[in-house]
């Protein structure tokens, strides 16, 4: 079966400290994998997502980037975090036109 | 574009009454649509989805879903709401490449 793996659970940063969230699937091959952010009492907002290697579309601008080195790997970035990076990150997989979305368990992000 | 309006942003019922969450989207196509839960600092789990055929969906926890095309609505109802059902609700649209969310509606259940 598909497993999302997504880490770490929360994290705590300093203002202008970089960041690197990883999320991994396994299970599958080839899949869409994309990355959300919830901030405090709003929505799921769509960062980026990616449908193969090396392919990343962005879909705002912001003060983040994600790379997809493999497969079943996609990283979520920033080289100096702003107070308003905080919030919940999600990592999601779907794969096939036909299919819901997997979810990871978030990580929890808090700049200070 | 893609978008998903969900116009209710808190609602707050009593243990055991009717329950309906709206949902309202815009896509040019034929919509794939989802209803996922949150519970606080957790992930999202599928209530439900609608892709083709009987346009009344059955989720799980006694969720039900009905899309209608002219309405551009895909509205969640449950007949009698349990308190474990406190949580948030978003509703979804999947384009081409993209699973787009609302801004999600947060349910209080009074017991």
């Known amino acids: 079966s598909q497993t999302i793996h997504q880490w770490p659970a929360t994290l705590v940063q300093p203002v202008g400290s970089p960041l690197s969230l990883e999320c991994t699937v396994e299970?599958?091959?080839?899949?869409?994998l994309y990355w959300y952010r919830q901030a405090a009492g709003r929505g799921l907002q769509l960062l980026f997502y990616?449908?193969?290697?090396?392919?990343i579309s962005s879909e705002v601008p912001q003060n983040l980037s994600a790379s997809r080195p493999q497969d079943r790997q996609f990283i979520l970035s920033s080289k100096k975090l702003l107070l308003s990076d905080s919030g919940f990150y999600l990592c999601a997989w779907f794969r096939g036109f036909d299919t819901e979305a997997f979810f990871g368990q978030g990580t929890r992000l808090t700049v200070v | 574009a893609q978008s998903v309006t969900q116009p209710d942003i808190h609602i707050t019922v009593s243990e055991g009454a009717s329950l309906e969450l709206r949902c309202n989207y815009s896509y040019g196509a034929t919509p794939y649509l989802f209803w996922y839960v949150q519970s606080p600092g957790q992930g999202l789990q599928l209530l439900l989805k609608?892709?083709?055929?009987?346009?009344l969906v059955q989720g799980i926890k006694g969720f039900e879903a009905e899309f209608k095309r002219s309405q551009s609505s895909f509205n969640l109802r449950k007949p009698s709401v349990h308190w474990s059902d406190a949580a948030e609700y978003f509703c979804a649209v999947r384009g081409y490449n993209k699973l787009i969310f609302g801004a999600g509606t947060r349910l209080a259940v009074h017991p």
């Open positions: 299970g599958t091959s080839n899949p869409n």
């Open positions: 990616s449908v193969g290697i090396g392919q």
């Open positions: 609608y892709f083709s055929g009987d346009t």
